[in-house]
């Protein structure tokens, strides 16, 4: 729901909804994607992970205001040094919709469906600072590599079982289910 005051749109943060994502929602979900993270977000190190894969099912989630795309995160799969792991990202939200919580709300239902599906420990780059609040450290992440170059500092791990990523070594590997060529081009 929006609502007018002083002539500008503010939204009902409640009202908003979080769903599974549509193959309808792709076009949405690329723009927002593009605009949060500029052109350059497809060199990005974790999209060497993402690329050419599908993400975890069920865990492709959109936020809607109304008929509008407002938010977007997805998980995938991967292999963490031998241990098996989600990766977390991108998460997006639209700049008018900023500050309303929505990403903590899109992170906490992803994390939530994450750990009730039996998955044993989530990875993410990003904000240290932003993503300790959900219980993210660089604890779980110490001894893994990423395909390409990373801030260390910003390579952040979650393990819903405790111990889930003990003796997990070496370089994090995509295990996702591989997109059709035709499929790839879709949901990029």
């Given at each position: ?20 994502e ?28 993402r ?15 109304g ?45 939530f ?70 499929d ?5």
């Amino acid at each position: 729901m929006t609502l007018m005051t002083h002539d500008h749109a503010l939204t009902d943060a409640a009202a908003i909804m979080i769903r599974d994502e549509r193959a309808t929602d792709v076009a949405a979900r690329e723009r927002l994607l593009d605009a949060a993270f500029g052109p350059g977000r497809r060199r990005k190190t974790s999209e060497r992970l993402r690329e050419g894969r599908a993400p975890a099912r069920g865990l492709s989630l959109v936020a809607m205001d109304g008929d509008r795309l407002v938010g977007t995160i997805r998980l995938w799969h991967v292999d963490a040094g031998g241990a098996p792991a989600l990766l977390l990202g991108p998460l997006a939200v639209d700049a008018s919709h900023r500050s309303l919580g929505l990403g903590a709300r899109l992170i906490g239902e992803a994390l939530f469906r994450a750990a009730r599906d039996g998955h044993r420990a989530v990875l993410l780059v990003g904000d240290a600072a932003y993503y300790e609040r959900f219980g993210f450290s660089r604890h779980g992440a110490r001894d893994l590599a990423l395909p390409g170059p990373v801030d260390i500092e910003r390579f952040l791990a979650l393990e819903f079982v405790a111990g889930a990523l003990d003796g997990a070594r070496g370089r994090v590997v995509a295990t996702g289910t591989p997109l059709a060529a035709r499929d790839r081009k879709r949901a990029a």
